[in-house]
């Protein structure tokens, strides 16, 4: 492994070959190699790259990093916001700021190629709601994705109410509609 990391710069190519080769020697078959996201964690703020739901913002929830049933890749259970919230000001009535203020969430299982972490990280615990047996059954879904739609709402009305100024970053980048 030394040899490696000494000749990585001069040889390209051949010492990815031989780390390679040296893992496959250590865990029997290429797709054992270890593939660790150390990066995403619970409460980190992603992207989605991937799918329905490409370019919109979310918060992993779960990490298997490892894999797990018939999902032998590293994966993440997300939730996220399809529909943000729209701009409001002062002069909008409690009913208008209401009607502006709603989010539609989403919940899915996503693999880690599909996802781009941010720097951001939200305070928003999700854990007591979301999990595989929930994920499982689409009635116990769509119970959690109205639980979540409730969380969201209620955390994008007091985002002053943050333990550090770090995670109160997080939570309102959170919120904010990516334009590109």
């Keep these: 492994m030394d040899f490696i990391q000494s000749n990585a710069n001069a040889f ?11 893992f496959v020697k250590q865990y029997g078959t290429a797709s054992k190699l270890p ?3 150390g990066i995403v ?6 992207v989605l ?14 990490t298997f990093d490892d894999g797990k ?13 399809d529909r943000y919230p729209r701009k409001v000001t002062r002069a ?8 502006r203020t709603k989010v539609k969430p ?24 979301l999990d595989d047996e929930v994920l499982a059954n689409p009635e116990s879904r769509i119970e959690s994705r109205k639980t979540i739609k409730k969380v969201f709402e209620e955390r994008y009305l007091n985002q002053a109410a943050c333990k550090s100024e770090k995670k109160a970053a997080g939570v309102s980048f959170f919120f904010k509609k990516l334009r590109f």
Aim: proline content about 1%.
């Design 92 to 99: 909008m009535s409690k009913a208008k700021l209401k009607k």
């Design 49 to 62: 790259l991937n799918g329905r739901f490409a370019g919109r913002k979310a918060i992993v929830v779960k």
């Design 106 to 129: 989403f919940v899915k299982y996503v693999n880690y190629n599909h996802i781009m972490p941010t720097r951001y990280v939200a305070d928003i615990d999700l854990k007591k709601v």
């Design 12 to 22: 390209g190519w051949l010492a990815r070959k031989a780390a390679r080769d040296y």
């Design 69 to 81: 049933g018939d999902r032998k890749f590293g994966h993440a259970i997300v939730a996220g916001i």
């Design 35 to 37: 593939r660790s996201m």
């Design 41 to 46: 964690k619970n409460g980190k703020i992603v």
